[in-house]
Protein backbone atom coordinates (compact mmCIF):
# COMPACT_ATOMS: atom_id res chain seq x y z
CA UNK A 1 0.00 0.00 0.00
CA UNK A 2 1.01 3.69 -0.72
CA UNK A 3 2.49 5.86 1.85
CA UNK A 4 -0.90 7.95 1.66
CA UNK A 5 -3.28 4.86 1.82
CA UNK A 6 -1.17 3.60 5.24
CA UNK A 7 -1.26 6.89 6.49
CA UNK A 8 -4.81 7.80 6.04
CA UNK A 9 -5.60 4.19 7.73
CA UNK A 10 -3.62 5.04 11.03
CA UNK A 11 -5.19 8.13 11.29
CA UNK A 12 -8.68 6.53 10.85
CA UNK A 13 -7.74 4.28 13.09
CA UNK A 14 -6.48 6.38 15.89
CA UNK A 15 -9.34 8.71 16.12
CA UNK A 16 -11.66 5.79 16.39
CA UNK A 17 -9.71 4.33 19.16
CA UNK A 18 -9.43 7.94 20.58
CA UNK A 19 -13.01 8.39 20.39
CA UNK A 20 -14.00 5.17 21.93
CA UNK A 21 -11.40 5.60 24.77
CA UNK A 22 -12.73 9.01 25.25
CA UNK A 23 -16.32 8.00 25.56
CA UNK A 24 -15.32 5.15 27.70
CA UNK A 25 -14.07 7.97 30.38
CA UNK A 26 -16.66 10.27 30.27
CA UNK A 27 -19.53 8.06 30.68
CA UNK A 28 -17.64 5.97 33.20
CA UNK A 29 -18.87 2.84 31.83
CA UNK A 30 -16.77 -0.26 29.84
CA UNK A 31 -19.45 -1.67 27.83
CA UNK A 32 -18.82 -5.09 25.71
CA UNK A 33 -19.55 -2.81 22.83
CA UNK A 34 -16.59 -0.98 23.60
CA UNK A 35 -14.12 -3.67 24.68
CA UNK A 36 -15.34 -5.51 20.83
CA UNK A 37 -14.54 -1.76 18.98
CA UNK A 38 -11.15 -1.29 20.72
CA UNK A 39 -10.44 -5.75 20.11
CA UNK A 40 -11.61 -5.16 16.35
CA UNK A 41 -9.65 -2.16 15.38
CA UNK A 42 -6.64 -3.68 17.08
CA UNK A 43 -7.50 -6.30 13.99
CA UNK A 44 -7.73 -4.13 11.67
CA UNK A 45 -4.09 -2.86 12.49
CA UNK A 46 -2.43 -6.26 12.77
CA UNK A 47 -3.81 -7.82 9.23
CA UNK A 48 -3.43 -4.22 7.71
CA UNK A 49 0.34 -4.17 8.27
CA UNK A 50 0.79 -8.13 8.12
CA UNK A 51 -0.69 -8.32 4.60
CA UNK A 52 -0.40 -5.24 3.09
CA UNK A 53 1.46 -4.98 0.13
CA UNK A 54 3.34 -2.51 -1.98
CA UNK A 55 3.69 -2.63 -5.70
CA UNK A 56 6.64 -5.32 -5.86
CA UNK A 57 6.92 -6.48 -2.48
CA UNK A 58 8.08 -9.71 -1.70
CA UNK A 59 5.80 -10.20 2.03
CA UNK A 60 3.73 -12.86 1.97
CA UNK A 61 0.40 -13.37 1.16
CA UNK A 62 -2.38 -15.46 2.70
CA UNK A 63 -2.93 -17.36 -0.16
CA UNK A 64 0.59 -18.57 -0.34
CA UNK A 65 2.53 -21.64 1.20
CA UNK A 66 4.20 -19.18 3.35
CA UNK A 67 1.57 -16.84 4.50
CA UNK A 68 -0.80 -20.19 5.10
CA UNK A 69 2.54 -21.57 7.63
CA UNK A 70 2.05 -18.21 9.45
CA UNK A 71 -1.42 -18.17 9.89
CA UNK A 72 -1.04 -21.79 11.26
CA UNK A 73 1.90 -21.38 13.33
CA UNK A 74 0.38 -18.00 15.02
CA UNK A 75 -2.91 -19.85 15.29
CA UNK A 76 -1.67 -22.59 17.35
CA UNK A 77 0.45 -19.95 19.72
CA UNK A 78 -2.61 -18.13 19.87
CA UNK A 79 -4.58 -21.22 21.02
CA UNK A 80 -1.84 -22.19 23.85
CA UNK A 81 -1.49 -18.60 24.93
CA UNK A 82 -5.71 -18.09 24.80
CA UNK A 83 -5.12 -21.37 27.34
CA UNK A 84 -2.77 -19.88 29.67
CA UNK A 85 -4.65 -16.61 30.14
CA UNK A 86 -7.89 -18.65 30.99
CA UNK A 87 -5.79 -21.04 33.75
CA UNK A 88 -4.52 -17.35 34.85
CA UNK A 89 -8.21 -15.87 35.11
CA UNK A 90 -9.04 -19.12 36.93
CA UNK A 91 -6.21 -18.62 39.85
CA UNK A 92 -7.12 -15.36 40.46
CA UNK A 93 -11.03 -15.57 40.59
CA UNK A 94 -9.68 -17.88 43.13
CA UNK A 95 -7.39 -15.82 45.06
CA UNK A 96 -9.81 -13.04 45.33
CA UNK A 97 -13.08 -15.03 45.94
CA UNK A 98 -12.23 -18.28 46.82
CA UNK A 99 -13.84 -19.94 44.48
CA UNK A 100 -13.43 -20.08 41.35
CA UNK A 101 -15.66 -19.00 38.50
CA UNK A 102 -17.62 -22.41 37.00
CA UNK A 103 -18.12 -20.86 33.39
CA UNK A 104 -14.06 -20.05 33.36
CA UNK A 105 -13.20 -23.76 34.23
CA UNK A 106 -15.79 -25.18 31.78
CA UNK A 107 -14.30 -22.79 29.22
CA UNK A 108 -10.68 -24.28 30.17
CA UNK A 109 -11.56 -27.93 29.86
CA UNK A 110 -13.31 -26.96 26.48
CA UNK A 111 -10.09 -25.06 25.94
CA UNK A 112 -8.18 -28.11 26.78
CA UNK A 113 -9.95 -30.88 24.68
CA UNK A 114 -10.80 -28.87 21.39
CA UNK A 115 -7.55 -28.83 19.87
CA UNK A 116 -7.35 -32.63 19.83
CA UNK A 117 -10.44 -32.77 18.62
CA UNK A 118 -9.93 -30.70 16.30
CA UNK A 119 -7.17 -32.40 15.03
CA UNK A 120 -8.80 -35.71 15.36
CA UNK A 121 -11.39 -35.00 13.05
CA UNK A 122 -9.29 -33.41 10.24
CA UNK A 123 -6.93 -36.50 10.51
CA UNK A 124 -10.10 -38.45 9.77
CA UNK A 125 -11.10 -36.44 6.76
CA UNK A 126 -7.80 -37.19 5.45
CA UNK A 127 -8.07 -41.14 5.65
Known amino acids: MSKKKT???LVTLVIVASLTI?????EN???FFSIVQL???LIMFFSYFTWARSGEDSRPT??????EKITTESGLVSYKILI????GFICLDYFLHESANL???VLFA?????LPIIEFLKARSYR
Open 7 to 9: GLF
Open 22 to 26: ISMII
Open 29 to 31: NVT
Open 39 to 41: AIL
Open 62 to 67: PNDELG
Open 84 to 87: VLIF
Open 103 to 105: LLI
Open 110 to 114: IGLTL
